[in-house]
């Protein structure tokens, strides 16, 4: 898995240190949105569609780090819109590694070349590249051409200075699982550090409303993309995720949303109860836990807007407690990450 052994650790002793203090409800991962400005006005999101005002807002580095520290996930993405946008970025960056903290910085990779050098590699920086296909569909999905070609190109770039790089996938529906497999090897033939996969989920403000997978549709599809895993040959792809979230995925595993697991903030505040969901915005991570209503969310609470949810932002803080629950599945996690 793309998952390092250090990263892996840390989030266990986090996780069972939780547990053992008697603390239900704590956060695995920061979604830090510092600005929802973009380069692209890709269909499936919906970040540029927010006014122009809102679209001109920065958070300050100050700002990041007072999020961070109020949070305390031990893992921090930084997205957006397109983080690379934001002036003070590798400040942002810097300071959150000197918080030990595991980042990803999320990035469509048009501007990845040209920023590296503010950049200094680092066992705590990943840089997640947006892929949603080989060039046609990417390009296709992103809305404009080219923008592939400066992926790849962008990806070599940074391996080759030494920094980790890993992808991001959303799936779409009709999406073909060859095609998938195509990009999968042709990724790993670049030697990127792991590869993230997600079922697209309806965001209220994205344009394309009509190409989110359904709860047994998205099932049905990751069976197919992942079989190869299984297979006799035994692909050897690297996935950015528990081994239990895929397996989630496939439909092996059952699990609920854990929605506090994965809190969002951005230039709003803190999002109620998870950024594909508009619910209004709490001023601090303490009133977010103490406010929101959880019991509202994930597939157990009956909540139709979450039925068909199977994305890795409420189901991988899930999979990771689970892993993490018994000896047994933390020997079989770790056999995943292998």
């Known amino acids: 898995m793309g998952i390092t052994f250090k990263q892996a650790a840390k989030v266990g002793s986090y996780v069972i240190k939780k547990r053992l203090t008697g603390v239900n409800r704590y ?11 973009c380069n692209l006005a890709c269909a499936g999101c919906g970040k540029i569609q927010y006014p122009a005002e809102i679209l001109r807002k920065n958070l300050s580095p100050e700002e990041c780090f007072e999020a961070v520290d109020q949070c305390g996930a031990p893992v921090v993405t930084v997205a957006g819109g397109e983080p690379l946008l934001h002036p003070q970025i590798n400040e942002i960056i810097d300071g959150l590694i000197e918080r030990k903290k595991f980042v990803y910085l999320c990035s469509n990779a048009i501007l990845l070349e ?7 590699p680092s066992p705590y920086l990943t840089f997640s590249i947006h892929i949603d296909g080989m060039k046609e569909r990417h390009d296709e999905l992103v809305c404009l051409d080219g923008v592939f070609e400066k992926a790849v190109k962008a990806i070599k770039t940074a391996k080759s200075a030494g920094f980790r790089v890993t992808t991001n996938t959303t799936v779409f529906e009709g999406e073909s699982p060859e095609d998938l497999h195509r990009m999968f090897d042709y990724l790993s033939e670049l030697g990127v550090d792991g590869m993230m996969l997600s079922p697209g989920y309806s965001y209220a403000w994205a344009p394309d409303q009509d190409h989110f997978l359904k709860r047994e549709q998205t099932r049905a599809l990751f069976r197919e993309v992942l079989a190869p895993l299984s297979s006799k040959k035994g692909k050897k792809w690297k996935f950015n995720h528990s081994p239990f979230y895929l397996q989630f995925l496939t439909g092996d595993r059952d699990y609920d ?24 915005y709490a001023g601090s991570f303490k009133e977010l836990l103490e406010t929101t209503e959880w019991e509202k969310y994930g597939h157990k609470s009956g909540n139709p807007r979450c039925a068909d ?30």
Do not use: I
């Not at 932002?313 to 892993?323: I, K, Q, R, S």
């Open 27 to 37: 956060p695995l991962v920061l979604m830090l949105e510092p600005l929802f400005r």
């Open 114 to 120: 040209k920023s590296l050098e503010r950049f200094k």
């Open 257 to 280: 949303c854990t929605p506090w697991g994965n809190p969002s903030y951005s230039v709003l505040g803190w999002q109620k109860p998870c950024y594909l969901l508009n619910e209004g």
């Open 309 to 338: 949810c199977m994305v890795h932002c409420g189901f991988e803080p899930t999979a990771v407690l689970d892993a993490t629950n018994s000896l047994g599945n933390m020997l079989a996690s770790v056999r995943g990450l292998r």
